[in-house]
C-alpha cells in the first residue's frame, strides 16, 4: 500500500564516491520534493520538481543534483559525498491547491565513510 | 521570512499523564499550518491541517488547535506508542506552497 517509495532504506558510501538515492509514487501528484533531515533538526528542502519545472533551493550546494524522468519518479544524485553529507533523505510529494498536505516516503539513511 | 518554532525540544511523560506541545509561527497570512509525527528512522506522516483561528482538529488521543499566532497539540492520556517526534509546519498565503517546518518536539512516554 506504500505511496512514496525511498530505495535504498540504507545507503553507506565513501567520501567521494558518487551516490543516487530513488524515489517513486503512485499518487500522480505533481509535486516531488527532496528534502535532508539531520537528527533534532527540520527537514531542510533541498529542491522539487513542480512536473517537469525544476525548482533548486539558493543554498543547495552544487553537490546535490536531481532528475525526474517521469510523474512517477525522481531521483537525488549526491556528485562527491562528504562527511557532512551524512542525513536522512526525505522523498514527499504534494497537489498544490488541495490541502497540500506532503506525503512522505520513510527515507533513506545516507552514511559517508 | 516564515518561521516556526516548536518547544519543548523533547518531553517526557509517564503513561496516562497529559501534556500539551506548543508550535508558535510567523508567517504574512497563514494559509495552513500542519502537525505530522515522525516514528524514529522514518518518514513524517500527517495528522492534521488547521486553517483558521479557533479550529480544532482530533484523532484518538490528539487535539491540535489554532490561534493567530501558535498551535497546541494536545495529548491526552498518552500511551508509550504517542513515543515519536512531531512536527509544526506552516505554509503562507499568497506565496510559495513550501511549507515551513520547525525542528521538532521530542516525546517519550514511560510506561
Known amino acids: 500500500d506504500a505511496m512514496v517509495i525511498q530505495n535504498p532504506r540504507y545507503q553507506v558510501t565513501q567520501f567521494g564516491k558518487p551516490v543516487t538515492l530513488s524515489c517513486s509514487q503512485t499518487?500522480?501528484?505533481?509535486?516531488m520534493y527532496w528534502y535532508q533531515q539531520k537528527s533534532s533538526q527540520a527537514p531542510k528542502l533541498l529542491f522539487h520538481?513542480?512536473?517537469?519545472?525544476?525548482?533548486n533551493e539558493a543554498d543547495t550546494p552544487d553537490n546535490f543534483q536531481s532528475r525526474r524522468p517521469n510523474t512517477s519518479f525522481c531521483f537525488l544524485d549526491i556528485r562527491s559525498p562528504g562527511l557532512g553529507d551524512a542525513a536522512m533523505y526525505l522523498c514527499?510529494?504534494?497537489?498544490?491547491?488541495?490541502?497540500?498536505?506532503?506525503?512522505f516516503g520513510s527515507g533513506t539513511q545516507l552514511s559517508v565513510l | 521570512e516564515d518561521q516556526v518554532t516548536q518547544s519543548p525540544e523533547a518531553l517526557r511523560l509517564q503513561e496516562g499523564e497529559s501534556s500539551s506541545l506548543n508550535c508558535s509561527y510567523t508567517?504574512?497570512?497563514?494559509?495552513?499550518l500542519f502537525w505530522y509525527r515522525q516514528d524514529p528512522g522514518k518518514g513524517p506522516e500527517f495528522l492534521f491541517t488547521l486553517y483558521s483561528a479557533g479550529e480544532e482538529k482530533e484523532k484518538e488521543r490528539l487535539k491540535a488547535t489554532l490561534t493567530k499566532k501558535e498551535s497546541f497539540l494536545h495529548i491526552t492520556a498518552p500511551k508509550p506508542e504517542d513515543s515519536a517526534t512531531y512536527l509544526c509546519a506552516v505554509q503562507a498565503r499568497g506565496g510559495s506552497y513550501i511549507p515551513t517546518f520547525g525542528r521538532g518536539t521530542s516525546l517519550i512516554v514511560h510506561p
Open positions: 520538481y513542480y512536473d517537469k519545472d525544476f525548482n
Open positions: 508567517v504574512s497570512g497563514l494559509r495552513g
Open positions: 514527499a510529494t504534494s497537489i498544490p491547491g488541495t490541502n497540500e498536505k506532503l506525503f
Open positions: 499518487l500522480n501528484h505533481n509535486v
